[in-house]
């Protein structure tokens, strides 16, 4: 739910395992590292990635001195410059950035909300990802339910959406066979098309997860929306629900500013390699993202996951061993059982 196209950070292992893949329960069987010969190398690789590894570094670098590095931003391009002077001085071969395109572009602005009836509330928004922007000066505006369990029949009357403020909730049973996730973008759609001032609920009518933490994300693959979606704390959109339930009309004044960019942005992936003695057509791939949304660092979402991978190209390297490629005699099948998960290093 919360991905767009992607900058990703790759290691490829030239050659470490064979094409094929043996069943399951074959694999089970195999004799290990201990019996076919690999003990002595992953006890190196271990030992490096265990005693000198140099992850968290990388991980205070690129939380840090980056920060932040929404897909195709100026930030994200840093991230991508680091990725590649990283994999360069610990010693990956090939290394370069592979560019592609992104339809469209956005930066994060601001986003307020405030009750106004039946009392004076500040309430904690933020922006989905993707999404437009109220007229300058904000709006007042009613708030309305629409009900994400039963997207049909609210989009089969939206004439009365224009103007208003549009709450998503769900209200009793999951419709069987419906994925609505799938369908929330054509009611976020109609909601532009019919004139809503703006919509709560960028989680599609769940809460955002922590008591007064809010969600970001985008609300569909390679889409935008020009009607401004926020997330909602859960303490207070909680407390709308309770004031709605309980008869009372909300109003509320609202305020959210985002940049698109005129047309389509690029955007890139970082890939080094390793290189094996045998059969270098042979590739694995190890990879993370290494972009993250704009609201922290992205440390946890994606930046352990990409000095993960860089953390251990590095313990392979470092250990002096390489890898080799399977050997012959995995690719006869009357001795195939468990070659997949025993390639030598």
Request: charged share 20%; net charge negative.
């Amino acid at each position: 739910m919360r991905r767009v196209a992607r900058g990703v950070l790759v290691v490829v292992w030239m050659s470490v395992m064979g094409a094929g893949r043996a069943p399951a329960q074959q694999m089970a069987r195999s004799s290990g590292p201990d019996a076919d010969g690999t003990l002595p190398a992953l006890v190196k690789i271990a030992g490096e990635g265990m005693m000198a590894s140099h992850t968290f570094d990388y991980l205070t670098q690129l939380s840090d001195d980056i920060g932040a590095r929404v897909t195709g931003s100026p930030e994200m391009w840093k991230a991508v410059d680091w990725g590649v002077a990283t994999m360069k001085a610990m010693g990956l071969e090939n290394v370069h950035a592979e560019r592609y395109s992104m339809w469209r572009g956005w930066t994060r602005g601001t986003a307020e909300m405030e009750m106004l009836e039946p009392r004076k509330v500040r309430l904690h928004v933020d922006a989905m990802g993707w999404t437009g922007s109220t007229n300058d000066g904000g709006a007042d505006a009613e708030i309305v339910p629409v009900n994400v369990f039963s997207m049909d029949e609210e989009m089969a009357s939206t004439a009365r959406w224009k103007g208003k403020v549009l709450l998503v909730v769900a209200k009793g049973e999951p419709p069987r066979g419906v994925d609505t996730f799938s369908k929330f973008g054509a009611l976020l759609k109609a909601a532009g098309k019919a004139g809503a001032v703006a919509v709560i609920g960028g989680q599609g009518g769940s809460h955002a997860k922590g008591m007064n933490l809010t969600y970001t994300g985008i609300l569909g693959f390679s889409e935008d929306f020009e009607v401004p979606v926020v997330s909602m704390t859960s303490e207070d959109q909680g407390l709308l629900e309770r004031l709605m339930d309980g008869g009372h009309t909300i109003r509320v004044h609202v305020d959210v500013h985002n940049t698109f960019t005129p047309g389509a942005i690029d955007a890139a992936n970082v890939v080094g390699e390793i290189r094996g003695s045998e059969h270098p057509e042979q590739v694995f791939v190890v990879g993370a993202h290494l972009d993250s949304w704009d609201l922290s660092e992205g440390t946890t979402d994606n930046g352990t996951g990409s000095v993960a991978v860089l953390g251990a190209a590095e313990a392979i390297l470092r250990s002096g061993v390489r890898p080799s490629g399977p050997s012959a005699s995995c690719f006869s099948p009357e001795k195939s059982r468990g070659c997949w998960a025993r390639s030598r290093t």
